[in-house]
Every structure is written in C-alpha cells, then in structure tokens.
C-alpha cells in the first residue's frame, strides 16, 4: 500500500474514532476491510493511486471475495466500508469522483431473527436451578437483565455502578456512537441489582467496584464469559440453533412486539438509529397473527 494512501487511511480511522466515536470493534472491522482492499489490489494491479481506482477494481475484488465463498452479508459489509472511505476522501478532496457509485451490494435474504419462546424464557427463570454462589447470582442476573431490557452485550459489560437509579427504577446505558438511553426496570429487577451490588462491596472489597458485574474473583466481566454463560442456559430450555446475548436481545423486542408494543417504543428501547432496523420484528408479530388466524378462523 503506498505511503499516501496508508496516512489517508490512517487519518480515516481517527475520523471514526475521535469525530464519528464508533466502537473500538467497528473500527478494526472497517480496518480490516479496507486493508484487504488495497493488498488486493497491490496483488493484481500493483501500486495504484487512489484517484485510479476504478469501478471495475472495486469489482474485480468484490468478485473474487464471492470466489473465496464469502456470503452476500459480509460483502455488503466491506462495500459499505469503502464508500464510507472513498466518501471521507470525496469531502477532503483527495479525489473528485467516488469509484462506489455504480457498484451495486448483491441482494441478501432476509432471515427472520431467531428468539427464545415465551414458555422456554418462564422455565429458564422458573424452572432452571442456579448455583448458590456468587457465580450462579451473577449469570442468572445477566440473564434477566439482557431479557428485561434489550441491553447489548458491551453495554451490559461495561454498565457502571454510577448508571444505576434505583429510586427512579431505571438504568441509563450508553450505546452505539456513545449515545445514551433510558431502560426502565422492574421494582423486582432493580432491588436485585441494588442487593447485587451491596453485596459485592462486602464479598469483594477492593473489586472493580465502578462496574455492576464482576466474577467470582471480583472482576469485570469479559465478553467471553457473558457469551458463554448465556450459551450454557438458552441449551437447557431452547433447541434454536444461536443461543447468545444478542438472541436474548431478538427476544426481548419480539415479546414486546407480540404483546402489542408500539414500533417507535421498541426503537428506543433497542437503541436503534432508524426504524428500518427495528421493523424486523414485525416479521414475526404477522407471522403469530397467521398462526392465530389459522387456529381460530373457520374458514382459514
């Protein structure tokens, strides 16, 4: 990769970082993308300027990703990291016309996010039996917290002591592009969380007090063992073939949706930035209703 084009890249990534404030992930994913692009193209066109490159470069390469067997989805990803790329050097002038414009994304089918059924969620919380020690506290409260409220992996990982409000009964989370909601709790869930962290203080003095969960050694939580905790319990009540934070996620919004939430509520709740991405799970809000009407209309 030229010189150039590295220090442009690199100034692209502070963009996203310092103006844009994504995730550390997103910009590693975004990263990696384009770094695959231009050794791609320092493989089989040599060491191209960037006012070079073309429509038929950006082809070539998307062409030989689907040859390596990559899926529409991740395909559509990289494209969508180059035009944000290729865009960011349109405003600073570094070219005068996008290589993006006429590349078209190959069409992805739509699958229906998978979530764990009403009944399956009440054995899990009724039924399931947790250890008594403070392992088995804190992955059965995990486990209610990412149902009851929608809360993302990273943010349930990184939720702060400080963003508790147990007189309000509400947790204030700071999600994608650092930008804070408010999920309201039950008086249930938020006593426990009180309880949980009370506790913590006389089990664990000198943990990592500043965050809400830690492990049976008094640390912060790390995304491997949230993932693996929610994988352990979703397998003795579910038979879906994901089981993590994210399907709990996918169920929390579906429960509500089927119970007749509002879509511009679950928009917030989720964190979502449009609707499109929450419109999702009126998928399966139609397809309950079909199986009622099925069950229920003489005539179906």
Known sequence: MP?????????????????????QHTIISYQNDLTSFFDFIAKSFGE?????????VVRSWLAFLKEEGMQSKSINRKISSLKSFFKYLLRQEVIAVSPMGTVISPKVNKRLPQFVEKKDVETLFNYVEFPDTWQGKTDKLILQLFY??????????????????????VIKVLGKGNKERVLPLSAGLINQLANYVAQ???EYDGADNVYVFVNAKGKKLYPKYVYNTVKTYLSRVTTINKK?????????????????????????LLG?????????????????????????????
């Open 272 to 300: 979502h930035s449009s609707l499109a991405a929450t419109q999702i799970y009126t998928h399966n809000t139609i397809e309950k209703l079909k199986d009622i009407h099925k069950k229920a209309h003489p005539k179906a």
């Open 200 to 202: 913590k203080k006389v």
């Open 48 to 56: 191209l300027p960037l006012q070079e490159v073309k429509p038929t």
């Open 148 to 169: 009851n409220t929608g809360i993302r992996q990273a943010e349930l990982v990184n939720l702060k002591e400080s963003q508790l409000d147990a007189s309000k009964k």
């Open 3 to 23: 010189i150039a084009t590295q220090n442009l890249l690199q100034q692209f990534l502070d963009y996203l970082k310092f103006q844009k404030r994504y995730s």
């Open 244 to 268: 993590s934070p994210h399907v709990l996620r996918h169920t929390f919004a579906t429960h509500l949706m089927n119970n007749g939430a509002d879509l511009n509520a679950v928009k917030e």
